[in-house]
């Protein structure tokens, strides 16, 4: 069924030899992946299957026989009803002490359990281990102590907990986390170091086995793979009409490889994919870079003047030059170039993390930190011009603010800013202060978080259907 796929690097390699123009070779390999991604839809794991749009339904057949991905027939769980966890009737945590400098940590921890469904998508992900017979691993044993975490704080409520007492400071020091240990030695870490670094450990521990394709799927993908390839490498930077669609098309191959070898729910709700496109000055030959993302930093263009986020991402995707001692090599040209260099989001994630860049480094080696206001929407962050495809709207809301307050990451204090409620459109806000939780409105966050904002939590408003 697949055997048209297989043929598409000979087919390519045919119409070059008789001098097609590239967007002939690029339209006819663009068609054929997609057939090929519509005939795969059928063999891919149902949790990956909706990764590869464009596809067409694939047509009615046989159902292949369930392939059993697990190394340990007895460890694996029998089918279970999902675990439903209502976090929205009540959305307060409880506070959290911080003897220890720890406020970095404890800010993190309430900014990720206001994620919708976070507490529920880690229980569900998991109880294969929970309910497993063999020993576990001690990240195992991290991410289980991190739950009962994420349960004691949604329990307790009106209560104030010690992360020491509770075991997950502890936890994290037996898996060799040296930041675990530094606040008291230095007075503080870094929140975005401790958020990217939970996630990862979350997804490197639940994520379910990576879904396997057949030697001839697999070869089909990885023909398409190289003649997308070969395409975008004899496109001009100039004609994007030539350039676009297959950059499109090999973007969404090399996404839906990855999330076949990273199931977990932080790949689907947290990562992203970016592409950086670069384009030499001399021969105008484009390069491009596709890379996963879970925290997505911005840089501040003033130290002094207020900004909007909406600047602050322009500047993101801003078209940046790099000459003189910063030429780069071009494979066209054999030689050291200047090259046009721009990002963009290829994907953007459900929930949409970013960081300002508050905190540099002086040409001393210290790390310095800039205050100015940065004034970011609450209702509709609107992503669209920053999309490599800007077709459809994509706009997202803010749900949690980590703040940081003091003039230096050794010296300042964390905070976290959580909405009361993410579905009935209230402006009242719950603010974190380590043992000290108050509510407060809207207007009054954005007042206090203006030049104190570091982490932006949004979530994707999905558009509402028109039936």
């Not at 299957?49 to 392939?67: D, F, N, T």
């Amino acid at each position: 069924m697949l055997w048209p796929s297989l043929c598409l690097v000979s087919i390519y390699c045919y119409l070059a030899y008789h001098n097609y123009n590239v967007a002939k070779m690029a339209s006819y390999c663009i068609q054929q992946v997609t057939k090929m991604q519509a005939q795969l839809l059928d063999h891919l794991p149902r949790a990956t299957s909706h990764r590869l749009p464009r596809a067409a339904a694939a047509p009615p057949c046989a159902k292949p026989p369930a392939i059993d991905l697990t190394n340990d027939k007895d460890d694996a769980p029998l089918p279970q009803e999902p675990i439903a966890i209502d976090d929205e009737t009540s959305p307060a945590d409880a506070t959290l002490r911080n003897e220890s400098n720890y406020c970095f940590l404890n800010a993190t921890l309430h900014c990720l359990l206001r994620t919708r469904d976070f507490r529920a998508s880690l229980a569900n992900a998991f109880r294969p281990l929970s309910t497993t017979r063999r020993a576990l691993t001690p990240r195992e044993r991290c991410v289980g102590v991190l739950l009962d975490v994420t349960h004691m704080l949604k329990e307790r409520k009106g209560a104030t907990l010690d992360l020491l007492a509770l075991g997950l400071v502890d936890a994290l020091r037996r898996i060799g986390v040296t930041w675990i240990d530094l606040p008291r030695r230095q007075g503080q870490q870094d929140a975005e170091e401790c958020l990217s670094y939970l996630l990862e450990l979350i997804r490197g521990v639940v994520q379910a086995p990576a879904a396997s394709l057949s030697p001839r799927s697999e070869h089909a993908l990885s023909a398409a793979t190289k003649a997308l390839d070969h395409v975008l490498h004899t496109c001009s930077s100039h004609d994007s009409s030539a350039y676009s669609a297959p950059l499109e098309h090999l973007a969404s191959l090399t996404w839906d490889k990855f999330i076949r070898g990273n199931p977990s729910f932080v790949a689907d709700d947290f990562m992203g994919q970016l592409v950086q496109g670069s384009t030499c000055v001399s021969c105008n030959m484009l390069s491009y870079h596709l890379a996963t993302t879970t925290v997505v930093a911005l840089g501040l263009h003033s130290s002094t003047a207020a900004m909007s986020l909406d600047s602050c991402l322009a500047a993101f995707k801003q078209v940046e030059d790099l000459c003189a001692e910063d030429a780069v090599y071009c494979e066209r040209c054999d030689r050291r170039t200047g090259h046009h260099i721009q990002t963009l989001f290829m994907r953007v994630p459900k929930r949409l993390v970013l960081q300002l860049k508050r905190f540099t480094c002086t040409r001393v080696g210290h790390m310095a930190k800039n205050s100015a206001a940065v004034i970011f929407p609450v209702q509709r962050l609107n992503m669209t011009p920053y999309l490599f495809s800007q077709q459809a709207p994509c706009e997202y809301q803010l749900y949690a603010v980590c703040a940081h307050t003091g003039s230096s990451v050794a010296g300042g204090h964390y905070l976290a800013y959580a909405r009361l409620s993410l579905t009935n459109g209230t402006s009242l806000w719950l603010k974190y202060n380590d043992a000290h939780l108050t509510t407060l409105s809207q207007a009054q966050m954005l007042h206090e978080t203006a030049t104190s904002a570091y982490l932006l939590f949004y979530e994707r408003v999905e558009p509402r259907s028109s039936i």
